[in-house]
């Protein structure tokens, strides 16, 4: 109640919440990114979050440093050329000794991305 009571008289006096002010970044960065619709569901739903969130909060840096980390992953960026998957399959055979396991796991992710 004291919150939205000291919200109130920040908008009457043309002041920013604090925490509206905190999130302001995260949106603006995340606004710029091409993010599938569930990761922006996601990151609108942590977003609303920070913005009602005091800054004293245990939660506040986990839920700040998530956002940072999110934003900052290459959404809709592509890097290289053609992946050559017998290449890959060598270097990994190659240097996996006794993890089949993992290398088999490795080549099953380059070929979903190829």
Known sequence: MLREQM??????HGEEDPQAAEAREPRRRADALP???????EVDRELRR???MPAGSPEHGMVRTWLDWVVSLPWGKLSGGPIDLAE????????????????????????IHA
Request: charged share 35%; aromatic share 2%.
């Open 7 to 12: 919200r109130t008289i920040q908008r009457e």
């Open 35 to 41: 993010l599938p619709p569930d990761a922006r569901s």
């Open 50 to 52: 920070l913005e009602q």
């Open 88 to 111: 890959a399959r060598r270097v990994l055979d190659e240097g996996h000794y006794d993890l089949d396991e993992l290398a088999t796991v490795a080549r099953v992710a380059l070929l």
